[in-house]
C-alpha cells in the first residue's frame, strides 16, 4: 500500500501518447512531488517529442493530498490514487479519463491513460523511475 510520503522527492519519467491512428508522441523528462500546506505539489517538466514538429517543453502541475486524492492545479478534483494500485476514473464532460497504477516494481511504477471521447482517443503510457539519493531533478524548479 502506498501513502503519500512515499512519492515525495525527485523522479524521472518517460511517456508515450500512442493515439488510435497515426504515429507515436514521446515525453522525458523530470518530477517531483514536493511538501506544501499539507500535502505534496506535483510538478513535471520535459521535452514533448510531437511527431513532424519541432521538440517543446512541457509542464503539469497538480496537488496531492495526504487520502492520495490529486487535484488540479486550479483546485479542481482530478482523481484519487488507488494506494494498492488499480484503476481509477475521470469524467471530463464529455471525455472519459480511465487510469491504472501499477506499483508493483517500486521504486518505480507505471501509469496507463486509457482516454476516449468524440474527439479524443489515445492511451498515455508513463514510467516513474525514483532519482537516486542526492541526484537533482535537472528543470525541476
Same mark, same amino acid.
Given at each position: 500500500?502506498?501513502?503519500?510520503?512515499?512519492?515525495?522527492?525527485?523522479?524521472?519519467?518517460?511517456?508515450?501518447?500512442?493515439?488510435?491512428?497515426?504515429?507515436?508522441?514521446?515525453?522525458?523528462?523530470?518530477?517531483?512531488?514536493?511538501?506544501?500546506?499539507?500535502?505534496?505539489?506535483?510538478?513535471?517538466?520535459?521535452?514533448?517529442?510531437?511527431?513532424?514538429?519541432?521538440?517543446?517543453?512541457?509542464? #503539469?502541475?497538480? @496537488?496531492?493530498?495526504?487520502?492520495? *486524492?490529486?487535484? &488540479?492545479?486550479?483546485? =479542481?478534483?482530478?482523481?484519487?490514487? /488507488?494506494?494498492?494500485?488499480?484503476?481509477?476514473?475521470?469524467?471530463?464532460?464529455?471525455?472519459?479519463?480511465?487510469?491504472?497504477?501499477?506499483?508493483?516494481?517500486?521504486?518505480?511504477?507505471?501509469?496507463?491513460?486509457?482516454? #476516449?471521447?468524440? @474527439?479524443?482517443?489515445?492511451?498515455? *503510457?508513463?514510467? &516513474?523511475?525514483?532519482? =537516486?539519493?542526492?541526484?537533482?531533478? /535537472?528543470?525541476?524548479?
Amino acid at each position: 500500500m502506498r501513502v503519500l510520503a512515499d512519492f515525495e522527492g525527485d523522479w524521472q519519467l518517460t511517456r508515450e501518447i500512442v493515439p488510435g491512428a497515426g504515429p507515436v508522441a514521446r515525453f522525458a523528462g523530470t518530477a517531483r512531488w514536493q511538501a506544501a500546506a499539507g500535502g505534496l505539489d506535483y510538478i513535471e517538466v520535459g521535452t514533448l517529442h510531437l511527431p513532424g514538429a519541432a521538440p517543446m517543453r512541457a509542464e #503539469r502541475r497538480y @496537488r496531492w493530498e495526504a487520502d492520495l *486524492r490529486v487535484y &488540479f492545479d486550479d483546485g =479542481g478534483f482530478f482523481h484519487q490514487v /488507488p494506494a494498492a494500485g488499480g484503476a481509477a476514473t475521470h469524467w471530463c464532460d464529455p471525455d472519459t479519463y480511465r487510469v491504472t497504477y501499477d506499483f508493483a516494481a517500486w521504486p518505480c511504477f507505471d501509469t496507463v491513460w486509457d482516454v #476516449r471521447g468524440p @474527439r479524443k482517443g489515445y492511451a498515455m *503510457r508513463t514510467r &516513474f523511475a525514483r532519482l =537516486g539519493a542526492g541526484a537533482a531533478a /535537472p528543470g525541476v524548479p
